[in-house]
């Protein structure tokens, strides 16, 4: 059985490099993926064209909901500070979620650590651990 996978971000840089790896992976089966600045859907060789067609892959408007109910392991490919606000409505919404977060939200443990280098307050302390 395959894991079913969602991308949030892929159209940025780190989410184009782990959709090209997850494409080839066999224990994977891509079931979302969203890119905040659309207003609709779109085929992602449109939007990336180094994918082609990818067997009518689609990108969507950033919906959390859709992301949630259609997948197993979500990967956020988001700026700093985005997943710290987004994983909490995640986690609530459906427990046995697994996320994997490329920014660094998640990466330190201490919040001193985290404010002296992003320069911003961690809003998701709760989740550091």
């Not at 991308?7 to 224990?27: C, D, F, K, M, N």
């Not at 427990?95 to 443990?109: A, N, Y």
Request: hydrophobic share 40%; aromatic share 8%; glycine share 8%.
């Amino acid at each position: 059985m395959k894991t079913r996978v969602g991308i949030l971000g892929v159209t940025g840089y780190a989410g184009q490099e782990l959709l090209r790896l997850l494409l080839r992976h066999p224990s994977v089966s891509i079931q979302h993926l969203a890119s905040r600045r659309l207003k609709e859907p779109a085929p992602i060789g449109k939007l990336l064209p180094s994918f082609g067609n990818r067997n009518g892959l689609k990108v969507h408007p950033f919906q959390w909901k859709e992301a949630v109910d259609r997948c197993e392991l979500l990967f956020l490919a988001l700026p700093h500070g985005e997943a710290m606000k987004l994983a909490p409505q995640f986690l609530r919404r459906k427990g046995d979620l697994r996320i994997i977060d490329f920014s660094g939200d998640f990466r330190l443990k201490s919040t001193a650590l985290f404010s002296d280098a992003y320069g911003m307050k961690h809003t998701s302390t709760q989740l550091l651990k």
